[in-house]
């Protein structure tokens, strides 16, 4: 039993109360990462997704060896198929983390942003393109505005934002390579994490030799470092303990927590600028998200309906 599954954990709530605690708490850990990381300008963003992914493997392998999911792990570990893809989607997360920190840094966290609240329609489409599904007219409309908000944002600014739409796209790519294998989220951590952390330490051993590195400079920095790691390992367990216990109606209105965070921290903390039409792209996206969300609630209930009119 997991210390996220203890039942005098919060013994008062139901499961489905803990589950959405724990889904807050996972994405209130995701939107402040963009804070977290503004206090790492002065680090390259390359040495902070080195310790985000060094970090985390360690408490990754506490936590499968705390649930007790090693037998799983070897078994996945096993499978040449699963290793290829899990090798696949360490790369692309890295690369995600590594951009994400990158646009902190630059003064274009607000475009991030743009890309975490345009992921759950990405999602969609990909669906759409790989798994065979078809659209809704709802959906429709959410991915036709959130088009649009792009458009305004490419005609006022004089380009494409191209930044968020990267970070959606390979979240998303990511998001639907980890659904194609048979492997939970903590143990697909682990074995991703394992696969790049060669690779990772390779970086940082390149950027000691170059003299770039922070890492063991000052108590600070290192302190900061490890602290990556920590962020995104309790941001994972804590989705993932949320994720068996709430609905999906519930985990996908949630979500829409860490970007609005991000939105929050890049406006009102690092005052970057937000003129009529950067505000008016957002709005839109807000407008779509909302109609997508509010299809996915109403879809959910009819199937619960028809499940209860089935018993």
Known sequence: MSVIEHPRLAPGMSE???????????????????????????????????????????????????????????????????????????????????????SIMVGRTLESSLGYYINPLLNVVAGYLFLGERFKPAQLAAIGLAVIAVLVQTIASGSVPWLGLMLASTFCLYGFLRKTVPVGATEGFLIEIAIISLPLLGAQVWLMSQGAAHF?????????????????????????????????????????????????????????????WKLTSFIIIWVALAIFSWSALRDERARRAEAEAGL
């Open 16 to 102: 489905a109360e803990k589950g959405v605690v724990f889904a807050i708490l996972a994405h209130l850990a995701w939107g402040a990462m963009a804070l977290y990381f503004g206090f790492l300008r002065h680090i390259s963003p390359i040495e902070i997704a080195v310790h985000r992914g060094l970090w985390s493997l360690p408490l990754a392998v506490a936590i499968v060896w705390w649930l007790g999911q090693f037998p799983e792990v070897r078994k996945a570990a096993v499978n040449p198929k699963i290793v290829g893809v899990m090798a696949l989607c360490g790369g692309l997360i890295v690369f995600n983390w590594g951009f994400y920190v990158w």
């Open 216 to 276: 063991g400079g000052n108590i600070s920095d290192t302190m900061l470092l490890i602290g990556c790691g920590v962020l995104t390992t309790a941001a994972l367990v804590c989705f993932a303990a949320s994720i068996k216990r709430i609905r999906y109606s519930t985990a996908g209105l949630l979500q829409y927590i860490s970007p609005s965070l991000v939105f929050l921290t890049a406006v009102f903390v690092f005052g970057e600028p937000m003129d009529k």
